[in-house]
């Protein structure tokens, strides 16, 4: 059974920094992708950073150059998340697709997370 365990959540203030970590356990597949999805009060869950099994990632415009995907050799998933805005406020979900990457789009992904709270002061 696969099961997607975020950690890490918390408050911030604008600027400063803050570490998801998602434990992943039950997935064992050679070809597949992992994200990072969040959603705000009021708006539509929204695709943040995906990985491939090869290690390749992809990031909404929003946050390039300012958060960082990554996963170890257990394919636990990780997001640094530097220069954090108010905006960046939301629930931080981490997912996953076995098969290839196709993006961002949330209804690729089927296994969730059940979500972690991040809130940026200004």
């Known amino acids: 059974q696969v099961q997607l365990v975020e950690i890490g959540g918390g408050s911030v203030q604008a600027g400063g920094s803050l570490r998801l970590s998602c434990e992943v356990s039950?997935?064992?597949?050679?070809?597949?992708?992992m994200g990072w999805f969040r959603q705000a009060p009021g708006k539509e869950r929204e695709g943040v950073a995906a990985?491939?099994?090869?290690?390749?990632t992809t990031y909404a415009d929003s946050v390039k150059g300012r958060f960082t995907i990554s996963q170890d050799n257990a394919l636990n998933l990780y997001l640094q998340m530097n220069s954090l805005k108010p905006e960046d406020t939301a629930m931080y979900y981490c997912?996953?697709?076995?098969?290839?990457?196709?993006?961002?789009?949330?209804?690729?992904?089927?296994?969730w997370g059940q979500g972690i709270q991040v809130a940026v002061s200004s």
């Open positions: 990985i491939t099994d090869r290690e390749v």
């Open positions: 039950g997935f064992s597949y050679s070809i597949y992708c």
């Open positions: 997912a996953a697709r076995i098969g290839w990457c196709l993006g961002l789009n949330s209804e690729d992904y089927k296994y």
